[in-house]
């Protein structure tokens, strides 16, 4: 304000262009930061305690061992952004998981028993984006009957029975890219590829306006039914990925819903600074939130606190990073 | 925030140890314990008066065709679909009966007693059940007798009054001292170990645990006990447990005891892919189809468990000798088909036998 | 929120519940007698109780995803208070009670003086109430409670289950305060529009702290009905109650955006699905079956309502 009378150099133009570029990048990404830094905190902390926390091995318990989460947390992000949500994601996981055993262990290529389940997992979720769009069903309601079909068909078909002739090849997630575990490489190039497609196509951008403001979009001539097609469609790719990373990291399947799963992917993209309300945040965010979660989940082992209350210390913690992200709104827009 | 993050966990993380020193092993409940012997001396049997209940005015089912419901813990896993498997068999065998199982879709108390209510509206002759919770399942129960249902109970136990028969698959004290004895043999008298469950709400887990920590304190004193993490009935998530374990202590950790089918494969695949196999010894109970790659690659020496096949099995036919009035308060021992004569312990429970050890062996026999 | 297409939905709903009781009866005679009839109002209470809060909760355009974790963190509290504190049991009853409802308050605190939106915060509270629960009771269970105490969940008052009463009452309350009061009403407005509703003068803040509070309230007393149902205390009791409750909300017709919903359909919703749940198990399906149905049958209510609304309403 003191400039208003003077002419602005060039100096103190640029200096000022500078500074005001620094502070939008950090409000447009502040909850992504703040979710990295609170990680860095974390392993800063525990190492102190005891320096095994970040040695290799762990790193790669944590980072590789949640990546799946991660993968499935992307489609689920770009889900809620456009203002939808799925519920029924960690019943589709089960069962893509067992649709991915079933094939690895009767006989079929590898490849085959790698790709159906995505395939799958697109179809599933076509539909449940077709009765969203074009039926006007709310998405929670759809999703909510489409967690007891899927939950009771997988019962009624397998009866829970564990898959354990897998063949080694078959176990990707066990393998390296390059001396680096695959699960890890994927859950990077996911994220980066689907972050840089979000924010810099036509596609990603028209989800953010779906999100943020629906007549304003369809005004300006997104056509929204097709839109929320298309991403429920991606999103049930992405769960097909992960159930891929879920089934090939262990040599048995057991054909059961994980428990909780869904919750936990929903959360991971809403720390990571989705608003529930639609219309931002990115998956970068929602993949760092869930490395977050993973690095708590370690830490409070390698901390040693009593493992009766762990569950509400990370409730406490997200309460926590909400609060904080709320705080940090709040400050940004006085 | 960030800076309220370090002053919480530090703080956490000296308040928690304070709570290490005198509590038992994290998990276990805290009901009276009956370490066995450290050698091979059974234990001693005191005869129990009777203590199981009656159905009221149950009408008399002496050979006619019964219709039985079997109600486990929950559908849509390994073990369940075994015994199930076990109770149709039996029921195929013994011709006059329809059996059919039923159960809810999680490990719910709820959903299991609302199925449990559901069918005694229906008018079932018996039903078998497998419990989420001992006392919580009794109420249901005790309206099935007092409409003149025989109840017989198996691998969970409710209270006793709310059943005629309870089929134990091995005492609680007897997996303790299969399994530790078992984890002693690998890791040796000094070994370091941690458990791994799915939730300590589980009663029957809670009660091994408890036995496991008064066996092992009588008979491996020198032995040290970690600490117990918790992985619902997650698979991946019991890997990222077991791994955390195996990446905490290092070379310190010589053992593992997983407390279900799904921890236990996970465990053995943790200490695989950590290329520990050797270095720290998995123990533990488990679904023989859930180990083999484990105990095939020699990972995993033993496998604790009983058959539940034979357990399903086994309580068809009490049913069926309960529904017939041959099984009567007082018996000592009731015939259960091919499996024999198998004997009354505790006043109203029928012992199946002692736990199955599945070895390299013994293991490609059975498909559960 | 006119009342013709609600009136509507609520017809389809009935006419659904009639089809349903009547196919059913077919299948199985035990399923439509008054004794199968009663019991299954005696199951039927925890849930309709916290479905009964959660619709003003849904009206008003939000959710509340940690009932579940309330009724579990009341239910280990009641156990806490009588055996480790000591406290005579009805005292603890109320105690727990309170400690449920303030549950909710802080749920409604967190929302209202944060602006959390409702979703992300009760996901939070969820884990950290469910976690409290874990972490007092340690895992283990209270149970020996004295005879009197069953009768609330266990007991009958002049026939009909004592829980069902409180469930009939709760009812009536709910209806009447929804369409008929002012504070009522308003929960329609906030949801259609809270920044008109605001402006228009309603207290926004208090309404929607009311709610979340009253659900707390609900989840309490479903707690205490049912450790009186089953007689002893888990710290994993209600888990997934807050799914089957927002099934029934949103199959009576309330709408998940808010400024939409009557406590009749939801009352209808409920007595669908425990129809379904009951009559089919009657008529032999297995549980699993059971799930799959009350999906498929959630479902094409909400696209058989939308089409009807389609063709009536313009």
């Known amino acids: 304000m003191s400039n208003l ?3 602005p150099t060039r100096r103190t133009t640029s200096a000022h262009l500078i500074q005001s570029g620094y502070r939008r990048f950090l409000g447009d990404y502040g909850q992504e930061i703040f979710v990295l830094a609170a990680i860095v905190a974390l392993f800063v902390c525990v190492t102190l305690v005891n320096p095994r926390f970040i040695a290799v091995n762990n790193l790669n318990t944590i980072l590789s061992g949640n990546a799946y989460i991660a993968v499935a947390a992307i489609g689920m992000a770009m889900v809620i952004i456009t203002g939808n949500i799925d519920v029924s994601v960690g019943a589709l996981i089960g069962v893509l998981a067992t649709v991915a055993g079933t094939l690895a262990t009767s006989g079929y290529p590898v490849w085959v028993a790698w790709t159906v389940p995505i395939l799958v997992g697109l179809s599933i979720n076509t539909v449940i984006g077709l009765l969203v769009a074009y039926a006007r069903i709310p998405s929670i309601v759809v999703t909510l009957g489409a967690l007891s079909i899927l939950r009771g068909g997988l019962i009624s078909v397998t009866g829970g029975a564990w898959i354990s002739n897998l063949p080694p090849s078959f176990l990707l997630a066990q393998q390296k890219l390059l001396g680096v575990p695959v699960p890890l490489v994927a859950m990077i190039i996911l994220t980066l590829l689907a972050a840089f497609w979000m924010r810099n196509s036509a596609f990603g951008r028209s989800l953010y306006a779906l999100g943020g403001n629906p007549e304003a979009a369809v005004a300006s001539g997104i056509p929204a039914e097709r839109r929320i097609v298309q991403v429920f469609a991606i999103h049930g790719m992405f769960a097909g990925l992960a159930a891929v990373l879920f089934a090939t990291q262990l040599q048995v399947i057991q054909s059961t819903v994980p428990p909780n799963l869904e919750l936990t992917i929903i959360t991971a993209a809403v720390i990571g600074g989705v608003s529930i309300l639609g219309g931002t945040g990115t998956v970068i965010g929602s993949t760092l939130a869930t490395i977050l979660f993973a690095t708590i989940g370690s830490a409070l082992i390698f901390v040693n606190v009593s493992a009766y209350w762990l569950r509400a210390v990370i409730g406490l913690l997200i309460l926590i990073t909400v609060l904080a992200d709320m705080l940090r709104r709040r400050r940004r827009s006085v | 925030m960030r800076k309220y993050l370090l002053p919480t966990l530090l703080a956490l993380s000296f308040s928690t140890n304070l709570s290490h020193a005198a509590s038992p092993w994290t998990g276990g409940d805290d009901l009276p314990t009956n370490p066995l012997a450290c050698d091979a001396t059974p ?28 109600v486990p813990k929950l559908v849509g896993i390994g073990y369940f679909a075994a015994t199930a498997k076990g109770i149709s068999d039996a029921a195929t065998e013994l011709g006059n009966v329809k059996a059919k199982t039923d159960g809810p879709s999680k490990a719910n108390i709820d959903d299991q007693i609302t199925l449990i209510d559901n069918y005694i509206t229906s008018g079932v002759d018996g039903i078998l059940y497998a419990a989420n919770d001992p006392v919580a399942i009794a109420p249901v129960l005790k309206k099935a007798l007092a409409a003149g249902i025989n109840v017989v109970g198996y691998d969970a136990n409710s209270t006793p009054d709310s059943r005629q028969w309870f089929v134990n698959q091995a005492e609680f004290n007897g997996i303790a001292k299969a399994t530790i004895d078992a984890l002693a043999a690998e890791t040796g008298e000094e070994g370091k170990f941690a458990i791994v469950t799915s939730t300590f709400t589980t009663p029957n887990q809670a009660r091994w645990i408890a036995e496991m920590a008064a066996y092992q304190a009588k008979c491996h004193p020198k032995m040290e006990w970690l600490e117990t993490v918790e992985a619902q009935e997650d698979n991946i998530l019991s890997f990222n447990q077991a791994n955390t374990l195996i990446n905490k202590y290092g070379d310190d950790l010589k053992g593992i005891v997983g407390m279900t089918s799904v921890a236990t494969p996970a465990a053995a695949d943790a200490v695989t892919q950590a290329g520990k196999c050797g270095q720290v010894a998995v123990v533990g109970l488990a679904t023989p189809n859930a180990m083999k790659p484990y105990v095939g690659a020699g990972c995993v020496k033993s496998v604790v468990l009983w058959n539940p ?13 309960v529904a017939d009035g041959t099984l009567q308060p007082g018996a000592t021992s009731v015939k259960a ?6 004997k009354v312990i505790n006043g109203s429970e029928i012992l199946l036998g002692a736990p199955t050890v599945f070895t390299k062996d013994t293991i490609n026999n059975f498909d559960f | 929120m006119i009342p013709k297409s609600l009136i509507r939905h609520e017809t389809f709903l ?29 199951l039927m209470t925890e849930i309709g109780l916290v479905a009964l809060a959660m619709t003003f909760v849904i009206a008003t355009g939000g959710i509340d995803l940690s009932v579940g974790s309330i009724l579990g963190l009341t239910a280990i509290l009641l156990g806490v208070f009588w055996q480790k504190l000591g406290m005579p049991l009805p005292l603890a009853m109320t105690a727990a009670v309170a400690a449920g409802t ?15 939106p409702p979703l992300i915060a009760t996901l939070g509270t969820l884990a950290l109430y469910r976690g409290l629960a874990e972490g007092i009771s340690q895992a283990r269970s209270v149970r020996g409670y004295p005879e009197w105490f069953f009768i609330l969940g266990q007991g009958a008052v002049l026939g009909i289950p004592t829980q069902l009463w409180l469930l009939l009452v709760a009812a009536v309350m709910a209806a009447v305060i929804l369409a008929y009061t002012t504070w009522g009403r308003s929960t329609y407005a906030i949801g259609a529009n809270e920044t008109g509703a605001r402006f228009s003068g309603l207290a926004v803040e208090k309404t929607k702290l009311a709610v979340y509070t009253a659900s707390g309230l609900a989840a309490a007393l479903a707690a205490v009905i049912f450790v009186s149902r089953v007689s002893t205390t888990r710290s994993d009791m209600g888990t997934g109650i807050e799914l089957d409750a927002i099934t029934a909300v949103v199959l009576g017709g309330t709408s998940i955006f808010g400024g939409r919903g009557t406590i009749v359909g939801t009352i209808l919703g409920l007595c669908v699905i425990q129809a379904l749940k009951n009559g089919l198990s009657l008529a032999g399906v297995t549980g699993d079956g059971t799930i799959m149905l009350i999906g498929v049958v959630l479902i094409l209510a909400i696209l058989a309502s939308n089409l009807f609304e389609k063709s009536g309403s313009r």
């Open chain 1, 5 to 7: 009378g003077n002419a």
């Open chain 3, 102 to 116: 303030f549950a909710g308050f802080v749920n409604g605190l967190i929302i209202t003086r944060f602006n959390v």
């Open chain 3, 14 to 42: 009935a006419v659904l519940l009639v089809v349903i009781l009547a196919v059913l009866s077919f299948q199985s005679d035990k399923f439509l007698t008054v004794s199968n009839l009663l019991n299954q109002g005696r």
């Open chain 2, 337 to 342: 088909g091919k499996l024999g004569d198998l």
């Open chain 2, 43 to 70: 234990a001693k049997v005191e005869a129990k008066a009777y203590d199981g209940g009656t159905p009221t005015n149950a009408p008399d089912r002496k050979g006619k065709p019964i219709s039985v419901v079997d």
């Open chain 2, 309 to 321: 096949v034979d357990l399903g099995y086994a309580a068809m036919h009490v049913l069926r000798s």
